[in-house]
């Protein structure tokens, strides 16, 4: 069992939750993911260590469905049932340069742990998104740990008025970049891939649906320069220009009709 030591609600469908996991905390490193398992009935699910301490590690999730959902409902003092990690390879921590984070929606708490530990070699400039001020969050933490900090929304209720794409355009046009990470929705990432293609090694973490996370099952299979690969163990990060994006967004939308009886 795993208990909640805190929950907190970030902003509209996100909230951080901190559980006593003492043997994961001292193991992980950023760029893992745990799975976890609410209880006996629930599905597993993958979520980034987005920080942890010595005894207790953090998720931030966004609710999309059934799992996530009753996720929120749970509060401090209540207990999971399974939560295996860390899991999946962590970053190359080493001085790359200029690197640039692009990231959307529950991307922006999986990048927190990666910028945190590559501040201390490189510069960083740092690019988040959302649809809508409402769903932004991390803003003050992100900025502790970026030499620039540019948000977009899609509506320009917060920050530059469009898309994260439309502001890495103006940087990669304008400056020599050493590496572009991204992380959040596949098609996202998919945009930023197009747009360095060429000119900026990329890499992207890989968020295909995964089931048990150790590599046997094979539902995170993704095809990187025409090879498969398991994200799960092989990464869950890639070269960015290497990865199929439609197969993965086909994959990832395998499940839909489930996804939306399960939550009705
Ligand atoms: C390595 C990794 C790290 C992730 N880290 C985070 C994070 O830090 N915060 C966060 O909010 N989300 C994260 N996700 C996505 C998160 O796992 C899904 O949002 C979650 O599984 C949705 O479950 P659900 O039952 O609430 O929604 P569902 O209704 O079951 O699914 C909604 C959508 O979530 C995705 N999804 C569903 N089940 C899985 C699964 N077993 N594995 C992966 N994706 C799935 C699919 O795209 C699906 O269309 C991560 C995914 C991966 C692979
Ligand atoms: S989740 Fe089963 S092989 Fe990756």
């Known amino acids: 069992m795993y208990k909640i030591k ?4 970030l902003a509209e469908k996100t909230y951080l939750i901190k559980l006593f996991a003492p043997d994961i905390a001292k193991k992980a490193k950023p760029g893992n993911f745990v799975m976890l398992r609410i209880d006996e009935k629930g599905e597993r699910i993958p979520l980034t260590i987005a920080d942890h301490d010595f005894e207790t590690i953090t998720i931030i999730f966004l609710v999309v469905g059934k799992t996530t959902e009753d996720l929120s ?12 990690g860390p899991l999946g390879n962590p970053i190359k921590i080493k001085n790359y340069g200029k690197v640039v984070f692009v990231a959307g929606g529950l991307g ?15 510069r960083i400039i740092s690019i988040i998104g959302a649809r809508k001020k409402e769903l932004l969050f991390l ?6 740990f970026s030499d620039k900090l540019i948000v977009c929304t899609d509506d320009g209720s917060y920050g530059k008025k469009g898309f994260v794409t439309d502001a890495l355009k103006e940087i990669v046009d304008k400056e020599k970049i050493d590496m572009v990470i991204t992380i959040g929705p596949p098609v996202m990432m998919m ?3 197009e747009l360095t293609r060429g000119k900026v090694k990329t890499i992207a973490s890989i968020n295909s649906i995964m089931v ?8 995170c299979r ?10 799960c163990v092989d990464g869950p ?3 960015a220009h290497e990865v199929d994006w439609d197969e993965l967004l086909k994959r990832n939308s395998k499940y839909k009709e489930e996804e939306c009886k399960c939550l009705k």
């Open 191 to 193: 945009a930023v891939s």
């Open 108 to 122: 922006i708490a999986a990048i927190y742990p990666q910028l945190k530990a590559l501040k201390r070699e490189n």
């Open 237 to 239: 990060e890639f070269d």
């Open 139 to 144: 803003l003050d933490e992100i900025k502790q």
């Open 212 to 219: 048990d996370g150790i590599g046997m099952c094979g539902s």
């Open 222 to 231: 993704v095809r990187v320069n025409n090879k498969i690969k398991f994200a």
């Open 73 to 84: 409902k749970l509060n401090k003092g209540d207990n999971l049932l399974d939560v295996v």
């Open 6 to 9: 805190e929950k907190k609600f």
